[in-house]
């Protein structure tokens, strides 16, 4: 495996890269002007150092081919770096502009559009979907009765209330992937031919709704395709392509260029990031990012640049505004990043739950309810990655939000947790000291 040396190029990336931040938040006064700095600790500068040190290692060791980190606290870049390289066939080195797909990072867009609609009085969380998807009225629930023999065949068994809007946002419609589990259900999610042709999200939504639900309504969150439908539920709502009406009210307003369901523009394949030949795979469907497709994939399917999710995130973080344009009102930010799924629901967290230990779900997000064993990191985090292995999170108490972009879907968890340690001892919240 080749080495690619980046001596001196971080160096001159960071540079870049904080004039890039500055660019495309609009100005770091503009948005602090938004978002007031509450009280808040300060960032270690030896500390921020050992991040870049670390994720150094992990190309220098080959782990990954490259990547590029931000951390924004008050509307500002605290650390910004890019390294390695953004192709390891050819060696490009990670540039600021870089493209990534960003997978499940995608979720937290096409949940911001839906909770657009709400606003607008064009959708409403308890809404039935079949509403907007008349396949759905006919949908049914997977029963799994079979021994280790399959003896038995699945059972199939009627909704005991409709799937909603809200259940797509906090995924406790049912519906799954075919990636986790042995069940009979999550294998029928798992037939290639789900993917199958030039579809678009009308057709998809419909082929997800002739599938059994892995169980009833509001009962287990449970990943998996319901952010997808949603996107179709937009489309419904709106009159508009999911890419439509997310570039008129989100991507176009906030600046987002770069964001889209492929990269159309071939001058711009160059900058597309690439995993290790090795550690690459297909992800629910999706498929190369310069192929030009139907499926607007709202829970997979984006493309975006680190630049383009700041703005995003920044909006987030100051609760739906950003420039002087509100996006979201401040009480439907409140309601998306808090736990929709609490013990007084009843809702049923199972091994398979990917927020893990000490987090709920929002209305599109994972939300931080309890801190990790032994630290003090605060609660009120949201937060999701995608299986390309980049990842975000919005921290509201500390007034900051960070982002790591990479393509290396076999390291990104690991990462993820160790960066996220790091940083939040460089803001004096690691371990406790009692």
Known sequence: MKRWRTDGFAERCLVAAALAVALVTGGAHEVCAESPAPPAPTFSRAALDRIGDDIRNEVTTGKIPGAILLIQQHGKPVYFECFGVRDPEIGQPMTPDSIFQIYSMSKAVTSVAAMMLVDDGKLALDDPVSKYIRSFADAKVGVDLSDEAGKYPLKLEPLK????????????????????????????????QLYAGDFDNAEFADRIATLPLADQPATRWNYGHSTDVLGRVVEVASGQTLFQFEKQRLFDPLGMSETAYYVADQARWPRIARSFPVDRSRVAGIKDPALPRRWESGGAGLVSTIGDYARFLQMLLNGGKLDGKRYLKAETVALMTSDQIGPETGIIHDPFYFPGPGSGFGLGFAVRTSPPSNTTWPLGEYRWDGAGGSFYFVDPVDDMFAIFMVMSPTQGGRIQLALKTIMYEALGKGLRKD
């Open 161 to 192: 209330r409709p799937i909603t809007i809200r259940d797509l946002l906090r995924h406790t419609s049912g519906i799954t992937y075919g990636f986790f589990g042995e069940a009979q259900v999550t294998k029928l999610y798992a037939n290639p």
